[in-house]
């Protein structure tokens, strides 16, 4: 199973960038979570979605400014990350899990929903100056 991000790069502060996170997995009983991790920081969940769509996790730090949305034909989560600012500044990695009890590992708190995950994507890096 591969999930395969795209997206990062670099952007000035109060600027968007979007992430997207491919499957090769139907997105008919899925779970997919975004973390990252910034060097010399520990690592941070910043959300997790899935189709059972009251069940979602959103960080404290990324409330308001950072949403998901998914496309079911092309098995792609999109991470909408907007009024971004330097301690946004990581390696974002998308994880995954489907079957099974997925639609509800997101109504658990970090980081007890990441151990639901079975998948991890490579990484992107985002950057965000001042």
């Known amino acids: 199973v591969q999930l395969v991000e795209s997206g990062g790069g670099s952007v000035q502060a109060g600027g968007s960038l979007e992430l997207s996170c491919r499957a090769d997995?139907?997105?008919?009983?899925?779970?997919i979570g975004w973390v990252r991790q910034a060097p010399g920081k520990e690592r941070e969940g910043v959300l997790c979605t899935s189709h059972n769509d009251r069940k979602k996790y959103i960080g404290d730090s990324v409330k308001g400014r950072f949403t998901a949305s998914a496309d079911n034909a092309r098995n792609t989560v999109f991470l909408q990350m907007h009024n971004l600012e330097p301690d946004d500044t990581a390696t974002y990695y998308c994880v995954g899990t489907h079957g099974g009890a997925a639609g509800i590992i997101c109504s658990l708190d970090w980081p007890v929903w990441l151990d639901g995950m079975d998948y991890w994507g490579e990484g992107t890096p985002v950057t965000v100056s001042s």
């Open positions: 997995f139907p997105l008919d009983n899925y779970a």
